[in-house]
Structure formats: C-alpha cells, structure tokens
C-alpha cells in the first residue's frame, strides 16, 4: 500500500467522492442563486441537493472504511470476522 490513501482508494470510493463534491457544489450554487432572487422554492430544492450529496458522502466514507479493514486483513494486521450465521440455520443450545 503507497502512504497516500488517495492512490490506494477504489475507483468507487473516488468515484463517490468525486460526485458527493458535484453534487453539493450544484446545490450550493443553487441555493445562491435562490438566495439573491428571493426564489424560496429554489432555496429549498437546493437544500435537498446538498444532502443528496451529504449522503453520497458518508457512503463514500463507509466504502472507504470496507476498503481500509480489507486492506487490514489480507496484509494479517488484524484477524478477519467470523461469518455471520444465516437466521434459520439451526443452533447448538442444550
């Protein structure tokens, strides 16, 4: 792994930061425009855009973090997780 976290990041992780970034640009600059035109449904509407991209953003930070435990697990850094039981397999219980 290279010592930038940009370099070793997927290509969805960059792609999400990328547009989490246009997206909560368009929306800012929407909502400027609404500001100096006393356009409140515009206001709004850019509002909504702005958290599309808040979310979009914390996605990009799970998908960063997914990556990062990998990373972690195949260099033996930290052990892997269990497997997770499916809810109808039966259980050992006395």
Known sequence: MTNTPWE?????????????????????????????????PLMYTAMGIIGIGLVAHVIGLVVRARDARAWRV???????????????APQDTP
């Not at 999400?16 to 356009?39: E, K």
């Not at 195949?74 to 109808?88: C, D, E, M, T």
């Open 8 to 40: 070793a990041s997927s290509g969805l992780y960059k792609k999400l930061t990328f547009g989490s970034m246009a997206v909560s640009g368009t929306g800012i600059v929407l909502a400027l425009i609404g500001a100096n035109t006393h356009n409140r």
């Open 74 to 88: 195949s260099q033996g850094l930290v052990p892997a997780r269990a497997p997770r039981r499916a809810k109808n």
